[in-house]
């Protein structure tokens, strides 16, 4: 169903709200929504397969929660789940619970009694409790529907709060009059996206992305670690490519096992703790990726991670109170993690053209270029794999100086692809 279709729908002046819900769903490109049928909000399941969403039901509230962040992370999309009032709110609380502090992108709507009746309760009002005010304090937001007329607003800004900053739940509690009762709909009742949040992925400054590309260029022994910021924001494929070109080691938080495979050279799976907390002890500049360094990271401090004073940090968060929160950082960059690492791999490969020019123009002049100095030792390992310890190890020991050491001998009379040495390059 295309975007004008699904905000448009028939020609009629009203719905139910519960189908009104349903279809600005779509718009987000919700294709599958989590949680156990009830009658409060039957107006929404019904509306739900209409719209192209598939309502999967599991055996307790608490799973559907899980399901939907699971769902999330695998996908980068919305995960949804709803929950009914009162037994059916109080089941789902630990998932919510846990969805929040993995930080996964969880909408949570609820239904709860009709109005009039609650918010505040009447008195004796049954299967209620204060839902909003018990999630508040576990989601990144939560908020009620106060009447029919407040329903678009609200979702609104429910789907804005799900994509601002770090993904966390947001909980939406709707009155069962509001899910089930019928509605007017206004010019502005049904909207795309872009007409209420950004949609488009927070980008780093130009100036710290060539500052951080000049940093880790010039790094003695970098790492990368990565935190399940680079899962959100579907970053794994320039991850895995920037550790390939600085041939840095990659280390990830517990959430984050799945943002490199283990299989790639470059990857220090954390299950070998003692070289993981070599190859964090002996990195010079480390590059922190969507990660808060909480204390399954031993909260970035030594004898874990190298002494301040002589291992700097650049982080990169969409979080801005993450940045330098735990550890002081040389570089604060907020960003989306993936825009980030975009910009970043585009800029170190500026440079490496310009090195390579240079050392081309050099190699026509007749100057030879002083050989690289040896890298520092490599990281001892204690895998169980001795080819790939043989590869890191070899890797470390030809650790390049300053400037990279180009692909082609500076040495030999033409570069690669019959280029001649007297190509002009830009500047």
């Given at each position: 169903m295309g975007l004008a279709a699904t905000l448009l729908g028939q020609d009629t002046a009203t719905t139910k709200g519960g189908e009104l819900v349903a279809r600005m769903l779509a718009a987000e490109g919700v294709t599958r929504v989590f949680g156990i049928m009830d009658g409060s909000y039957l107006g929404l399941c019904a509306a739900l397969r209409p719209h192209g969403i598939e309502l999967v039901t599991p055996r307790h509230e608490t799973s559907a929660a899980h399901m939907?962040?699971?769902?999330?992370?695998?996908?980068?999309?919305?995960?949804?789940?709803?929950?009914s009032n009162g037994p059916g709110v109080a089941n789902i609380l630990p998932g919510v619970a846990v969805e929040q502090a993995e930080g996964h992108r969880v909408l949570l709507i609820t239904s709860c009694r009709r109005e009039g009746i609650v918010y505040p309760d009447r008195g004796g009002t049954?299967?209620?409790?204060?839902?909003?005010?018990?999630?508040?304090?576990?989601?990144?937001?939560?908020?009620?529907?106060?009447?029919?007329?407040?329903?678009?607003?609200?979702?609104?800004?429910?789907?804005?709060?799900?994509?601002?900053?770090?993904p966390g739940v947001v909980h939406l509690d709707v009155p069962e009059s509001v899910m089930n009762g019928v509605c007017e709909l206004g010019a502005d009742s049904l909207r795309p996206p872009s007409s209420y949040r950004s949609t488009t992925p927070m980008e780093a400054p130009a100036d710290q992305v060539r500052e951080v590309a000049r940093w880790l260029d010039e790094a003695r022994l970098p790492l990368i670690h990565a935190g399940s910021g680079v899962l959100s924001a579907g970053a794994t494929k320039e991850l895995a490519?920037?550790?390939?070109?600085?041939?840095?080691?990659?280390?990830?938080?517990?959430?984050?096992r799945a943002a490199i495979d283990e299989r790639d050279e470059h990857s220090v799976p954390m299950i070998f703790v003692a070289t993981v907390n070599q190859a964090r002890t002996a990195a010079d500049r480390v590059l922190v990726l969507g990660s808060r360094l909480g204390e399954t990271d031993w909260w970035g401090k030594a004898p874990y991670w190298g002494d301040p004073s002589a291992q700097e940090v650049a982080q990169v968060d969409i979080d801005g109170e993450t940045l330098g929160n735990i550890r002081g950082v040389r570089f604060a960059v907020r960003a989306d993690a993936r825009a980030f690492l975009v910009a970043l791999l585009a800029e170190l490969g500026r440079r490496r053209e310009r090195a390579t020019c240079a050392l081309a123009a050099s190699t026509s002049s007749g100057y030879a270029p002083p050989a690289p100095r040896?890298?520092?030792?490599?990281?001892a390992t204690a895998r169980t794999t001795p080819s790939r310890c043989t590869r890191r190890t070899s890797r470390a020991s030809a650790r390049r100086p300053s400037t990279r050491t180009p692909s082609w001998s500076p040495t030999a009379a033409t570069p690669p692809s019959g280029r001649s040495s007297s190509t002009r390059c830009a500047p």
């Open positions: 939907a962040g699971a769902y999330a992370q695998l996908t980068g999309k919305l995960g949804v789940c709803i929950a049954y299967q209620s409790f204060p839902q909003v005010e018990v999630t508040r304090p576990m989601t990144k937001w939560s908020g009620v529907v106060p009447s029919m007329s407040r329903l678009p607003e609200l979702v609104r800004r429910a789907l804005r709060e799900c994509f601002e900053g770090r490519e920037l550790a390939s070109r600085l041939e840095a080691p990659v280390t990830t938080s517990w959430a984050a040896a890298g520092p030792s490599s990281i």
